[in-house]
Antibody, heavy 115, light 107 residues
């Protein structure tokens, strides 16, 4: 059974870069799309974007100028970088598998942007 | 972007009740609509895909329907373990967007 686990710093300073990694276990990453989704406290879910195992990416236009996603098949990991963060980027960040629907998801990791 | 709305934002029902949540899209999304269950501190779970298809392993008391801009999600026999927030998500084109969620509580 495939499982996903997010990891990364829980606190990032304003204007710096948020970096998260999602580790995939239990099955191969090959030929799937890998997503990042976030949820600020008390707000809805926002799709950030996805990366295919070939490295092709598709980002939400609302974040596109600040987002980079990549995949490392040798480590069974994919990653998110979000630069120039502000308090508005404070959220629970989830990784998930899928092209247009998401399953499974990771448990999520809380990232707070604060000085 | 397609805007998704859900109604109600929260509800409270008794065990055994039938619960219905509606989801509306700002544009015609055909049947490209998924439903998720999210419990506090847990990862979301996919329940329904393509508006009415029950995902593998999901109990049959969950069902979905609709097409175009108007969709529904039903729990036919509410159980205590169904306490969660339920989200719709369109899959018609990118960017994918979610509804604001419906919190379901048991009386």
């Amino acid at each position: 059974q495939m499982q996903l686990q997010e990891s990364g710093p829980g606190l990032v300073k304003p204007s710096e870069t948020l970096s998260l990694t999602c580790t995939v276990s239990g099955a191969s990453m090959k030929n799937y799309y890998w997503n990042w989704i976030r949820q600020p406290a008390g707000k809805g879910l926002e799709w950030i974007g996805h990366v295919y195992t070939s490295g092709i990416t598709n980002y939400n236009p609302s974040l596109k100028s600040r987002v980079t996603m990549s995949v490392d098949m040798s480590k069974s990991q994919f990653s998110l970088r979000l630069n120039s963060v502000t308090a508005a980027d404070t959220a629970m960040y989830y990784c998930a598998r899928g092209y247009d629907r998401f399953d499974p998801w990771g448990q999520g990791t809380l990232v707070t942007v604060s000085s | 972007d397609i805007q998704m709305t859900q109604s109600p934002s929260s509800l409270s029902a008794s065990v055994g009740d039938r619960v219905v949540i509606t989801c509306q899209a700002s544009h015609d999304i055909r049947k490209n609509l998924n439903w998720y269950q999210k419990k506090p501190g847990k990862a979301p779970n996919l329940l329904i895909h393509d508006a009415s298809n029950l995902y593998t392993g999901v109990p049959s008391r969950f069902s979905g329907g609709g097409s175009g801009t108007d969709f529904s999600f039903t729990i036919s026999n509410l159980q205590p373990e169904d306490i969660a927030t339920y989200y719709c998500q369109h899959s018609d084109y990118f960017p994918l967007t979610f509804g604001p969620g419906t919190k379901v509580d048991v009386k």
